[in-house]
C-alpha cells in the first residue's frame, strides 16, 4: 500500500487516524495489517482446516467439552442408567478413540506451528534486513556528522566513542563474536562441573 495509491475508502480511514499518531506510523500499521490478512488469504484448505482446530483445542471449551464427553461415557457404562454397558471398564474404546484423537491433534498443531515458524522466519528477515539498512544508514549519518564537526573545528572529547560507532557493523563479525563468547562461556561452565 504506498502512500500516492490510496483508494477512496482507505482515504476516508486515513482521516479517521489517530491524530496522536503520524502519518507514517499509521500507514505502517495499515501495511502490517494488510499483508497479516493476505498472508492469511493465501492458506491453502488444509493449512486453515488445521488452523481452526488447533485454535479450537487451545481454548477451555475444548477441556470442558471433553470433561462432559468423558463423564457422560463412564456414567453410561457403569449401566446404572438402564443403559446396557458399552464399553465396561478399562474402557478400551473410549482409549483407543481418545488416542487417536490425540495423535490428529498433535498432527494438526504441528501443522500449524511449522505455518507460524515459517512466518516468523519471514518476519525475523525483514527485522534483520532493516535492522541492518538503519545500521548502514545512522553509521553514514555519524560519519557525515563528524565531518561537520571537523569542517567546524570541533574537537571531539577524549572519551568519545563516535569513532567506534562510525565504524560498519558486518552481521558476520557479530555473529562470529556471539560464537566464539558464547564457546568461552561453555568451555567456563564445563570445567566447573
Known sequence: MQPGRLNRKDKEDSEKDNPALSKVIERNIRTIIHLRTKAAS?????????????????????????????????????????????????????????SLEAIFLSTFVLISQNRLSEENERRADLDLQIGLLTEHELTRVLQM??????????????????????????????????????????SKKNHLR
Open 42 to 98: 493465501e492458506r491453502n484448505l488444509q493449512g486453515r482446516i488445521a488452523d481452526a482446530i488447533t485454535s479450537f483445542s487451545g481454548r477451555m471449551i475444548f477441556a470442558y467439552v471433553h470433561i462432559l464427553w468423558f463423564g457422560i461415557w463412564i456414567l453410561l457404562n457403569t449401566g446404572r442408567f438402564g443403559v446396557r454397558s458399552f464399553d465396561p471398564f478399562p474402557y478400551g474404546l473410549l482409549t483407543m478413540i481418545v
Open 145 to 186: 556528522l563528524d565531518a561537520i564537526q571537523d569542517k567546524l573545528g570541533i574537537v571531539d572529547h577524549k572519551e568519545s566513542d563516535l569513532a567506534d560507532l562510525e565504524m560498519e557493523t558486518r552481521p558476520e563479525d557479530v555473529l562470529a563474536e556471539i560464537h566464539r563468547l558464547n564457546a568461552i562461556e561453555l
